[in-house]
């Protein structure tokens, strides 16, 4: 922001780098539908560059790009059920696809013209297109001279790193193209390292053959993923979102929850839950679900630092839940190599606790606080929600049941989904897509899909000189020896890491290094590896939250009007319990639900919840009346006991959760008489 403006709020009383956005009752309730206005689309651009696109003027280049968007929608998606090329051939044509799109809708810099395409970035385009012809006109000679390149392979090779690096760079930032850059620095010149990290050296030609003519660099798994998993649930959410399901969500959370006490939160939580497992987009879930349930909350009684602290915490756990989950999900079921409906199973419990421990401190903020919920008559009727767009869930089962119980694949899935729900949404005149709909939600599907490739695309450069340096045995190595083999200090070591490099990097590369690097070194202290992915999954999400570059908190403050960094911290204290849920699953794989019977799965999740309940009443010090600091600490060590699996610390955090709610029902009813 610059300094002007800061000057300006002061002056208004705000603090520096808040950006308020005032809204009508009419903005609310168009919000709510899913419509934002001018501003909100503003601030989205703002702190997500990924949203930071052109609006082309030129008429005859518009409607290329739409037509280009609907044709890349179409070949994902009629190769995802008939079978794709060469395995090489396709994931060529995917990245080039994604550059070409990129460089047409992600302009040079904030300079830039924002409304027409460059002439630079037509010769960027006829590079990217280069590339896959060379790829599908010399398929047999470039697999056959792998490690062996010639002059037009190593052209080509340096061709696609630079290509991909600024595309990234355009989309994401400086951090991810200039991390890939340090990699491509250790692999050149690693031989003049000391000690473990010094490896064997290799020459620009060896690196960029392993990025462009195999399946471990650029082209490798977290493309492959891109191009199919990613591609097809990013157009589910998008035809979802045609459909009208969005604002479902919302009137569903709103007729639910509306009317109990603190209902604005409950519902922001519901809503921006809901649209968070179809929605990978932290920032854009915030500022959609936001836009209405940040300024109810606020009418209620929360401040505004706690409301939009609501709204970035919920937003950001949309990606931990199932069905969909974020795209990381799909690449760890591949580096994994397991079935995503795996990974759903595993994820469920987690991911339900973490929404627990926001409601139940929502419900406690509010008894707190002594707020109520919103007039019965101001909230939609839940029955006529459900009969109006109930059909829209009808969607949602199918793609459960295709995943979980049908032994079909997940691109099938998909694919059957995505044509369940257009159809399904015909049943009704006010859900209906018209053939406009349709193809409007194929181009949003692509277009969306651009950034998540590209960083797909740029950490496979990562990725490659790790395999090729062994780079990441040698940290695994490290952060085992950093944390003297105590795996308590190993977690902690991994979750600085992730959160240091969520930070600059997008989610989903941030995870695929952690994975990449850190995960393996909890495996070699015993750790289950679904246990170890899901633990840098975690932290790799949250890094949403905490500041100081907290995206999510940020975008909610701008709707808000409160403080961003204040915002990032009660965003912290809100989700304190997702931050210990990774370390609760890791300790306690029951909770993952691995080699547990259903008994034992009960007892360790029941032990779990109340462990939460206990976490939410000593954060916010209050459960039936105001505690006191030590028995809030008291009530923290017996939700710590309570989280382990162990039998004899399950009964003294039982003892203790007793110890807490007589007597807060004792000081609870000694105020209520005093009071009488």
Same mark, same amino acid.
């Given at each position: 922001?610059?300094?002007?403006?800061?000057?300006?709020?002061?002056?208004?009383?705000?603090?520096?780098?808040?950006?308020?956005?005032?809204?009508?009752?009419?903005?609310?309730?168009?919000?709510?539908?899913?419509?934002?206005?001018?501003?909100?689309?503003?601030?989205?651009?703002?702190?997500?560059?990924?949203? %930071?696109?052109?609006?082309?003027?030129?008429?005859?280049?518009?409607?290329?790009?739409?037509?280009?968007?609907?044709?890349?929608?179409?070949?994902?998606?009629?190769?995802?059920?008939?079978?794709?090329?060469?395995?090489?051939?396709?994931?060529?044509?995917?990245?080039?696809?994604?550059?070409?799109?990129?460089?047409?809708?992600?302009?040079?810099?904030?300079?830039?013209?924002?409304?027409?395409?460059?002439?630079?970035?037509?010769?960027?385009?006829?590079? %990217?297109?280069?590339?896959?012809?060379?790829?599908?006109?010399?398929?047999?000679?470039?697999?056959?001279?792998?490690?062996?390149?010639?002059?037009?392979?190593?052209?080509?090779?340096?061709?696609?790193?630079?290509?991909?690096?600024?595309?990234?760079?355009?989309?994401?930032?400086?951090?991810?193209?200039?991390?890939?850059?340090?990699?491509?620095?250790?692999?050149?010149?690693?031989?003049?390292?000391?000690?473990?990290? &010094?490896?064997?050296?290799?020459?620009?030609?060896?690196?960029?053959?392993?990025?462009?003519?195999? *399946?471990?660099?650029?082209?490798?798994?977290?493309?492959?993923?891109?191009?199919?998993?990613?591609?097809?649930?990013?157009?589910?959410?998008?035809?979802?979102?045609?459909?009208?399901?969005?604002?479902?969500?919302?009137?569903?959370?709103?007729?639910?929850?509306?009317?109990?006490?603190?209902?604005?939160?409950?519902?922001?939580?519901?809503?921006?839950?809901?649209?968070?497992?179809?929605?990978?987009?932290?920032?854009?879930?915030?500022?959609?679900?936001?836009?209405?349930?940040?300024? @109810?909350?606020?009418?209620?009684?929360?401040?505004?630092?706690?409301?939009? !602290?609501?709204?970035?915490? !919920?937003?950001?756990?949309? /990606?931990?839940?199932?069905?969909?989950?974020?795209?990381?999900?799909?690449?760890?079921?591949?580096?994994?190599?397991?079935?995503? %409906?795996?990974?759903?199973?595993?994820?469920?419990?987690?991911?339900?606790?973490?929404?627990? &421990?926001?409601?139940?401190?929502? /419900? =406690?903020?509010?008894?707190?606080?002594?707020?109520?919920?919103?007039?019965?008559?101001? =909230?939609?009727?839940?029955?006529?929600?459900?009969?109006?767009?109930?059909?829209?869930?009808?969607?949602?089962?199918?793609?459960?049941?295709?995943?979980?119980?049908?032994?079909?694949?997940?691109?099938?899935?998909?694919?059957?989904?995505?044509?369940?729900?257009?159809?399904?949404?015909?049943?009704?005149?006010?859900?209906?897509?018209?053939?406009?709909?349709? @193809?409007?939600?194929?181009?949003?599907?692509?277009?969306?899909?651009?950034?998540?490739?590209?960083?797909?695309? $740029?950490?496979?450069?990562?990725?490659?000189?790790?395999?090729?340096?062994?780079?990441? @045995?040698?940290?695994?190595?490290?952060?085992?020896?950093?944390?003297?083999?105590?795996?308590?200090?190993?977690?902690?070591?991994?979750?600085?890491? $992730?959160?240091?490099?969520?930070?600059?990097?997008?989610?989903?590369?941030?995870?695929?290094?952690?994975?990449?690097?850190?995960?393996?070194?909890?495996?070699?202290?015993?750790?289950?590896?679904?246990?170890?992915?899901?633990?840098?999954?975690?932290?790799?999400?949250?890094?949403?939250? *905490?500041?100081?570059?907290?995206?999510?908190?940020?975008?909610?403050?701008?709707?808000?009007?409160?403080?961003?960094?204040?915002? &990032?911290?009660?965003?912290?204290?809100?989700?304190?319990?997702?931050?210990?849920?990774?370390?609760?699953?890791?300790?306690?794989?029951?909770?993952?639900?691995?080699?547990?019977?259903?008994?034992?799965?009960?007892?360790?999740?029941? &032990?779990? $919840?109340?462990?939460?309940?206990?976490?939410?009443?000593?954060?916010?010090?209050?459960?039936?009346?105001?505690?006191?600091? @030590?028995?809030?600490?008291?009530?923290?060590?017996?939700?710590?006991?309570?989280?382990?699996?162990?039998?004899?610390?399950?009964?003294?955090?039982?003892?203790?959760?007793?110890?807490?709610?007589? =007597?807060?029902?004792? /000081?609870?009813?000694?105020? =209520?008489?005093?009071?009488?």
């Amino acid at each position: 922001m610059d300094p002007k403006d800061d000057d300006i709020l002061k002056k208004k009383g705000k603090s520096p780098g808040s950006i308020e956005i005032e809204m009508s009752d009419e903005d609310i309730s168009r919000a709510r539908e899913g419509v934002l206005t001018k501003e909100q689309h503003e601030l989205i651009e703002k702190l997500d560059k990924e949203a %930071s696109v052109r609006t082309l003027v030129n008429p005859v280049i518009n409607k290329f790009f739409y037509a280009a968007c609907i044709v890349v929608s179409m070949y994902h998606f009629i190769t995802s059920y008939f079978g794709t090329p060469v395995v090489h051939k396709h994931r060529s044509l995917h990245v080039a696809m994604m550059l070409i799109l990129g460089f047409i809708m992600y302009p040079f810099g904030k300079k830039s013209n924002y409304k027409r395409v460059s002439p630079a970035d037509w010769i960027l385009i006829a590079l %990217s297109v280069i590339v896959p012809l060379y790829v599908w006109i010399d398929y047999t000679g470039i697999i056959s001279r792998a490690g062996r390149p010639n002059t037009p392979d190593l052209i080509i090779a340096t061709m696609l790193v630079v290509l991909v690096l600024e595309a990234s760079r355009r989309m994401a930032g400086w951090a991810l193209p200039i991390l890939s850059l340090i990699f491509i620095a250790y692999g050149l010149f690693g031989r003049n390292l000391p000690g473990m990290f &010094g490896h064997r050296g290799y020459t620009w030609q060896q690196l960029s053959n392993h990025f462009f003519a195999n *399946t471990e660099g650029i082209y490798g798994s977290s493309v492959s993923v891109a191009a199919s998993y990613i591609f097809l649930f990013i157009l589910f959410g998008a035809v979802m979102s045609k459909s009208g399901m969005g604002s479902f969500f919302n009137d569903i959370a709103m007729a639910l929850a509306g009317h109990t006490k603190g209902g604005p939160a409950k519902v922001s939580v519901i809503a921006s839950g809901l649209l968070g497992s179809i929605n990978g987009s932290a920032v854009a879930n915030v500022v959609t679900t936001g836009a209405f349930t940040i300024p @109810l909350m606020k009418k209620t009684g929360y401040s505004k630092e706690f409301a939009g !602290a609501v709204e970035a915490t !919920a937003s950001v756990g949309g /990606q931990l839940l199932p069905p969909v989950m974020g795209a990381a999900a799909f690449i760890m079921a591949e580096i994994l190599s397991v079935k995503y %409906s795996v990974i759903i199973v595993h994820a469920a419990i987690p991911a339900l606790i973490y929404y627990l &421990g926001i409601i139940i401190q929502v /419900q =406690l903020r509010a008894g707190k606080k002594g707020l109520v919920g919103l007039p019965r008559e101001q =909230l939609p009727n839940p029955w006529a929600v459900m009969k109006d767009k109930g059909h829209l869930l009808i969607p949602i089962t199918v793609l459960i049941y295709f995943l979980l119980f049908s032994g079909r694949t997940v691109i099938y899935s998909a694919v059957i989904t995505i044509i369940a729900t257009i159809v399904i949404s015909c049943l009704r005149k006010s859900t209906r897509m018209s053939v406009k709909d349709v @193809l409007d939600a194929l181009a949003e599907g692509a277009k969306a899909t651009v950034p998540v490739a590209m960083a797909c695309a $740029c950490v496979g450069i990562i990725v490659g000189v790790t395999s090729k340096t062994g780079f990441g @045995l040698t940290m695994a190595n490290a952060i085992i020896a950093l944390g003297n083999k105590n795996l308590l200090f190993t977690l902690v070591f991994t979750m600085i890491t $992730c959160m240091i490099l969520g930070m600059g990097v997008p989610s989903i590369p941030a995870y695929i290094i952690t994975a990449t690097i850190a995960a393996p070194a909890l495996s070699k202290l015993g750790i289950p590896p679904i246990a170890a992915h899901m633990f840098a999954f975690y932290f790799a999400m949250f890094a949403n939250l *905490t500041p100081p570059v907290a995206l999510a908190a940020f975008a909610a403050a701008g709707l808000s009007g409160g403080d961003p960094m204040k915002t &990032g911290f009660a965003a912290v204290k809100l989700a304190i319990a997702g931050f210990i849920v990774p370390y609760m699953f890791v300790f306690s794989p029951q909770l993952l639900l691995i080699d547990t019977g259903f008994l034992e799965g009960i007892r360790v999740t029941v &032990g779990a $919840c109340v462990g939460v309940f206990m976490i939410a009443a000593a954060v916010e010090g209050y459960l039936f009346t105001t505690i006191n600091p @030590l028995l809030r600490i008291i009530s923290f060590v017996g939700a710590m006991c309570l989280i382990d699996s162990g039998l004899y610390s399950d009964i003294i955090g039982a003892v203790i959760l007793v110890m807490l709610i007589v =007597l807060q029902r004792f /000081q609870a009813q000694k105020r =209520l008489t005093s009071a009488t």
